[in-house]
């Protein structure tokens, strides 16, 4: 997964990432694609030239896509990044150490996520869906796909809490009473 900001001049799309997650590395050096968009008649195609390709050199990535957004917006509706995360579990509280960006958009989500275990090995984390609210206390999530087989076509109800427009806090309770809470701000640039 890869998080940044984007411009667009004519039929070319500027892509500045700013974090970028894989396998077991992470990068947080900036880097920017130049992207050559073409509209569909439901979404649009996007080529992006000179990308290193390993052994084979630089290629061309072309992409197809479908719009699948609903007109409906949410306080949600934007780009996240997790400031604190952690877990009570009866008066024991432990602390998620993780670099997690969440982005929804008229009526989806997304998530990734990088973090380093005890031996310092990078971990890379990702998922995405649809999601509802109700009012601004409850959100579901409903997850279509993600690398961890536990969620993979789960709903998740979640409490949450603005923190105004720019943050927000959010607490999932499992089965066995254990709360997992993250803290979120709005990324601004």
Known sequence: FGVGTYAINNDTL???????????SMNDSEAAYKLT?????N???QAIPDIEWGSQGKVTLSENYESVGTASASPLDGLWKLE?????????TSVNTVTQFKMYHNG????????KDSAQNISTGMGYGSFTM?????LVESVKASNYSSIRGQTIDIA??????DGYTQTITSADGVKSVEVYE???R
């Open 186 to 188: 709005r990324v601004k």
């Open 84 to 92: 604190k995360g952690y877990n009570i579990k009866g008066t024991d």
């Open 14 to 24: 500027t892509e500045n990432v700013f974090y970028r997650g894989s396998d077991t």
């Open 43 to 45: 979404g649009y195609t």
């Open 108 to 115: 989806h989500f997304l998530f990734g996520h990088t973090w």
């Open 134 to 138: 109700d009012g601004n206390t409850t």
């Open 160 to 165: 949450i809490e603005m923190n105004g427009t």
């Open 37 to 41: 968009i073409t509209k569909t008649g």
